[in-house]
């Protein structure tokens, strides 16, 4: 049952059951399938969330070591069996793990990077929600994010993609943007500024 203690902050609950909800829907033929992240394939993409939301939730909690001290140029572990029933559990403990208002005071460490907590707090959230977005289209599956999540999200990587557009920064946070209307669906929006586009199909 969701704890969320601050409804001023933002709660990674939704999005992580939503790619929990992915799960049942991935066979062993979508593994070796492309993504729309280009370095990944299904397989890997999995690999990482696994890394991912063990190393968040320790982010959120300040303990330090290995899973939160690992840059991601460190590159992929293999994808281990059991997977189906850790990374669901890993979801579930990142989520409550952020919805403590101390989860987001003072500084933490995520891929070998020391950053403000608040920061952390926001990039695991990016992370699910384009992460998530990646597994459902590689796999064919429908995939909703809540409005708060994306409301959250969108302002987090707008002044990212703007620096890129104007050459004045890195990249964005995946890709350089990719553009999309205005008036677009806001999850639609928020995959174009990670730099995906968000008419993607397999076997693109």
């Known amino acids: 049952?969701?704890?969320?203690?601050?409804?001023?902050?933002?709660?990674?609950?939704?999005?992580?059951?939503?790619?929990?909800?992915?799960?049942?829907?991935i066979e062993e033929k979508h593994l070796a399938a492309p993504t729309?992240?280009?370095?990944?394939?299904?397989?890997?993409?999995?690999?990482?969330?696994?890394?991912l939301t063990l190393?968040?939730?320790?982010?959120?909690?300040?303990?330090?070591?290995?899973?939160?001290?690992?840059?991601?140029?460190?590159?992929?572990?293999?994808?281990?069996?059991?997977w189906r029933t850790v990374l669901p559990a890993q979801l579930d403990g990142l989520a409550e793990t952020w919805r403590s208002p101390d989860a987001w005071q003072g500084?933490?460490?995520a891929g070998g990077v020391d950053l403000p907590a608040e920061v952390a707090g926001l990039v695991a959230l990016n992370e699910l929600v384009v992460h998530g977005w990646d597994l459902a289209r590689s796999t064919g599956q429908p995939y909703e994010v809540d409005a708060a999540t994306l409301a959250a999200v969108l302002p987090f990587l707008e002044p990212a993609?703007?620096?890129?557009?104007?050459?004045?920064?890195?990249?964005?946070?995946?890709?350089?943007p990719v553009p999309v209307p205005a008036d677009?669906?806001?999850?639609?929006?928020?995959?174009?500024?990670?730099g995906r586009r968000p008419d993607w199909q397999p076997g693109e």
């Open 1 to 25: 049952m969701d704890t969320h203690t601050d409804p001023k902050l933002p709660d990674h609950g939704p999005v992580s059951r939503s790619i929990a909800g992915l799960i049942d829907g």
């Open 36 to 51: 729309p992240c280009p370095d990944y394939t299904v397989r890997e993409l999995l690999a990482h969330l696994v890394g």
């Open 55 to 82: 190393a968040f939730r320790d982010a959120g909690r300040k303990a330090l070591g290995p899973t939160t001290d690992s840059p991601p140029t460190d590159g992929l572990p293999p994808l281990e069996d059991g």
């Open 107 to 109: 500084f933490t460490r």
């Open 161 to 176: 993609a703007a620096s890129a557009e104007t050459g004045e920064g890195p990249e964005g946070l995946f890709g350089r």
């Open 184 to 194: 677009a669906p806001l999850l639609d929006r928020v995959i174009g500024l990670s």
